[in-house]
């Protein structure tokens, strides 16, 4: 898996069940009144041919979403006045209710850190080389945003 | 001539039956031209290069992009966005 | 302390450092997309004639707070598609960087996640019967929202 | 004759110097009536009285509200909210 950090930002992308009280410890600082933190998890869900989800097979182009992670964490610290940023994305198979992605935002007020923690999970989930598999009770499992059945 | 690595990923490298291979192409060759001659040797990737993206040494570029050798293509499905 | 627990929501008024993995782990449920958490920090700060702070101490009027909270809770529920909330709050001396306050919700969406998660600290703020006091390095301390030194 | 519970918070507490008291008053005192009693009792109270908010039995109340026998009456100064 891979691992790096630039100056006070953190980018994890790992194949094992995210740790939100660490993503949270990590960006906490005596600089911050407030951090915002996303979690995305597995939500429960039926086909329109009524199959149920059982779990998200997750696959990233690690290289790529490493850097992009980086770069989403720059450009929100030049929009907002960020003290540190922490993303973790899980690969691999997540089951209902558990935690894909998690992204914590430390700033000196509450708003710019909801305002930058929103921007980042939109941008990450519009711009980010990680794609996702459903996984349906059936054994059938369909590419999210294509109609192809596998 | 040069030589690109050329990487597919989610429905992509399922559909191609491999997660990467090597491209042998003239040195005047662009993204789009690796595409087609891609769309040609795997039946069925066409249908989905509408709305593919392509990023060359993991950064984003454009069809008309002009490849160098030993560049790494990768074919960019639809990011997993949207849904939640 | 005082804990309650009311349908989906849990509220918490407690004298010991927040576990805000736990926070996060109480909301996450398989009808739910999203988890929107916020944590209240102290932040450092000097005041204008130089002291620098050390820690806040908290103090609620408990048995209105956690009413309060719970009635929080539910208006969020009736604006916002909510999952589950949960509202933690520290009471007692809090240093640098610890955590006041911890506020999750989970949505089926994370935009109902963010917005809830939002209303609910803003409004926390503005109406839960619980104050600050403002303790200096040099041994005073200050009711924060006045000018008595204590 | 009514008895109610009178409690002290955060600034207030330090300036009555106790967390709580008892007080005596005629069946038709208010919430007002009862917050003037404490600021003839206590030097130093009525300064902050105009920015105090009033909770009987914990809830909000007005100046106006007439307190009965056996009330919980909270002294609310201003809350933690605004420095984040």
């Known amino acids: 898996m891979n691992k790096a950090q630039a100056n006070s930002d953190w980018i994890e992308i790992l194949a094992r069940p995210l740790d939100v009280g660490r993503v949270s410890d990590m960006v906490a600082d005596p600089a911050a009144g407030g951090i915002a933190v996303f979690i995305g998890t597995t939500r429960a869900e039926t086909s329109s041919d009524g199959r149920e989800l059982v779990a998200l097979d997750y696959e990233a182009y690690e290289e790529m979403a490493v850097q992009q992670l980086h770069d989403l964490a720059r450009r929100a610290r030049a929009k907002w006045p960020v003290v540190r940023t922490v993303i973790v994305h899980r690969i691999g198979r997540v089951p209902l209710s558990e935690a894909s992605v998690a992204i914590a935002v430390s700033a000196p007020h509450r708003g710019d850190a909801f305002e930058a923690c929103r921007w980042l999970i939109d941008t990450l989930k519009a711009e980010a080389a990680i794609w996702k598999k459903e996984i349906w009770a059936d054994g059938t499992s369909t590419w999210s945003g294509h109609d192809r059945r596998t | ?84």
Chains 1, 3 share one sequence.
């Open chain 2, 1 to 84: 001539m040069k030589q690109i690595e050329v990487k597919f990923f989610a429905v992509l490298r399922d559909v191609a039956g491999v997660p990467a291979l090597r491209l042998e192409m003239p040195d005047t060759a662009t993204v789009g031209d690796a595409a087609g001659i891609l769309a040609e040797r795997f039946a069925g990737l066409g249908r989905y290069l509408p709305r593919v993206g392509y990023a060359v040494n993991r950064s984003y570029v454009k069809a008309d992009c002009v490849l160098q050798d030993g560049d790494e293509l990768a074919l960019i499905p639809p990011v997993s966005g949207g849904n939640l």
